[in-house]
Antibody, heavy 118, light 112 residues
Framework: QVQLVQSGAEVKKPGASVKVSCKAS????????IHWVRQAPGQGLECLGW????????IYTHKFQGRVTMTRDTSINTAYMELSRLRSDDTAVYYC???????????WGQGTLVTVSS | QSVLTQPPSVSGAPGQRVAVSCTGS?????????VHWYQHLPGTAPKLLIY???NRPSGVPDRFSGSKSGTSASLAITGLQAEDEADYYC????????????FGGGTRLTVL
């Protein structure tokens, strides 16, 4: 069965960086995009961008360009999302999700809580 | 402000039908991009409910249905059950943005 397993919760100080991993299993990792979505406390869902695990090509939402970097390691079927220059309003649960054939997000990781606090 | 507009809340009694609207523009829904719907319960990952406007993934009850017309889309839930109380989000893409996905602001469904 398809599974996306994310790394554990992180606590970071303002200005630091965080790197969240997303390990895929149960399907061909390079055949489907991986998207990253976050939800801040009391807020809705927000897309950060996606990566094509086959080519490594990425698309980032305008808001995060310059601060977000998405990478992958095909040898271990794992995608990564790194967010730099963290601010308090980056405190959120970060999800990875698989992009389906209609570009829907058909399978999701369990979420990673990132807390930014001095 | 979200690119896709949803009502903040809807409510209905058990057994009733409710609908959640998702209004976009000519650069997203109206441009022909598919609309997808997700159910989100607190503390859990969002769950895909409807994909490509009106398709249900395996395991999603047929009480859930989706439609799309022009620059808007709608999620309908019939035979409302207490377990349907959750947040619902529409999602699509926008040609005026970078190519990443866009979500509606979310709608909280309350089962009375």
């Amino acid at each position: 069965q398809v599974q996306l397993v994310q790394s554990g919760a992180e606590v970071k100080k303002p200005g630091a960086s965080v790197k969240v991993s997303c390990k895929a299993s149960g399907y061909t990792f390079t055949a489907y995009y991986i998207h990253w979505v976050r939800q801040a406390p009391g807020q809705g869902l927000e897309c950060l961008g996606w990566i094509n695990p086959n080519s490594g090509a990425t698309i980032y939402t305008h808001k995060f360009q310059g601060r977000v970097t998405m990478t992958r390691d095909t040898s271990i079927n794992t995608a990564y999302m790194e967010l730099s220059r963290l601010r308090s309003d980056d405190t959120a649960v970060y999800y990875c999700a698989r992009g389906g054939t209609s570009r829907q997000f058909d399978y999701w990781g369990q979420g990673t809580l990132v807390t930014v606090s001095s | 402000q979200s690119v896709l507009t949803q009502p903040p809340s809807v409510s209905g009694a058990p057994g009733q039908r409710v609908a959640v609207s998702c209004t976009g523009s000519s650069s997203n829904i109206g441009a022909g991009y598919d609309v997808h719907w997700y159910q989100h319960l607190p503390g859990t990952a969002p769950k895909l409910l409807i994909y490509a406007n009106n398709n249900r993934p395996s395991g999603v009850p047929d009480r859930f249905s989706g439609s799309k017309s022009g620059t808007s889309a709608s999620l309908a839930i019939t035979g409302l059950q207490a377990e349907d109380e959750a947040d619902y989000y529409c999602q699509s893409y926008d040609s005026s943005l970078s190519g990443s996905g866009v979500f509606g602001g979310g709608t909280r469904l309350t089962v009375l």
